[in-house]
């Protein structure tokens, strides 16, 4: 099974999350590569560096605990972020550029014919094969749709935090192509989501509960940590990580992701310990 994933160096907490989650809930002895898209676009701002490659050795130790065929791979698309999008209208968008390299997975050498592109903010819930199996043979990518989108822009937009790629159909259609061009001509409103989302030939709607981004219940695959709203005591936002283990607590109460949150903090204590001694011994 093939993961997507895209970040900076910060994105190590969600990937460790998400990954444990997917690891732990999911009876397959199949084995899991992931991948991590990311670049050095520090000129923007200081902390947009790669994710270092401490951290992919240390994500790989912990995959591979679970079975020793894991593997997790670094993908730097610093050129081709430079070649294609540098100065393009979208650069500075809602979230950060990050967000528009799941658009270069069709000029990724060797892609695997099917892989699941995941935001770092997801955590599974049940097994992730009720997701990856699904049939998308005619479809360019399978996904479930926008929360707030779904009433504000159409009944059928999608939130591109879940994308179940099929990789041969978007060649042959040309999807992340025509989406890179919208991204370089035009400011969209939700970057990326919005590109893929006008650039679709033909997609599959999955159910709400393939990426549940305001409540977890209890046939919620995937629990979607993105920012919503919240009426009480008074109309607001709430951005609350999976990683953020005291407010996540504290705003939702989970129960159901104990133990994934309960290793995380075990792996994060011991990834700090280790950096902590390369930094002593440096000195």
């Not at 294609?84 to 528009?100: K, R």
């Not at 679709?200 to 219940?217: A, E, G, I, V």
């Not at 936002?237 to 903090?265: H, L």
Request: one cysteine or more.
């Amino acid at each position: 099974m093939n993961i997507l994933f895209s970040g900076n160096e910060k994105v190590f907490d969600g990937v460790l999350t998400c990954m444990l989650s997917i690891l732990k809930r999911t009876a397959t002895k199949e084995p899991f590569c992931f991948y991590v898209m990311t670049m050095d676009v520090s000129h923007l701002k200081p902390e947009y560096t790669p994710i270092s490659d401490d951290a992919v050795r240390f994500l790989r130790h912990v995959a591979k605990q679970y079975n020793d065929a894991n593997e997790v791979v670094p993908l730097d698309v610093t050129e081709l972020y430079r070649q294609e999008f540098d100065g393009c209208p979208n650069e500075q968008c809602y979230c950060s550029p990050y967000t528009l390299l799941r658009l270069f997975l069709d000029r990724i050498p060797n892609v695997p014919d099917k892989i699941l592109y995941l935001d770092v903010d997801t955590m599974f819930q049940h097994d992730i094969a009720l997701l990856y199996d699904t049939d998308i043979s005619e479809y360019e990518y399978a996904a479930a749709r926008d929360h707030y989108g779904k009433y504000l822009i159409n009944p059928n937009y999608i939130n591109a935090g879940v994308l179940l790629f099929n990789m041969k159909k978007v060649q042959e259609t040309g999807l992340l192509r025509k989406a890179r061009e919208l991204i370089k001509t035009k400011k969209l409103l939700f970057a990326d989501q919005s590109a893929i989302y006008r650039s679709t030939t033909k997609k599959k709607m999955l159910p709400q509960r393939f990426n549940d981004q305001k409540f977890l219940h209890s046939h919620t695959v995937v629990r979607h940590f993105s920012k919503r709203l919240f009426y009480l005591p008074y109309p607001h936002t709430e951005n609350v990580k999976q990683w953020n283990v005291s407010r996540m607590y504290r705003v939702f109460g989970y129960r159901a992701f104990d133990d994934i949150i309960y290793e995380y903090m075990y792996w994060k204590g011991v990834y700090e310990h280790e950096k902590t001694n390369i930094l002593e011994d440096e000195k």
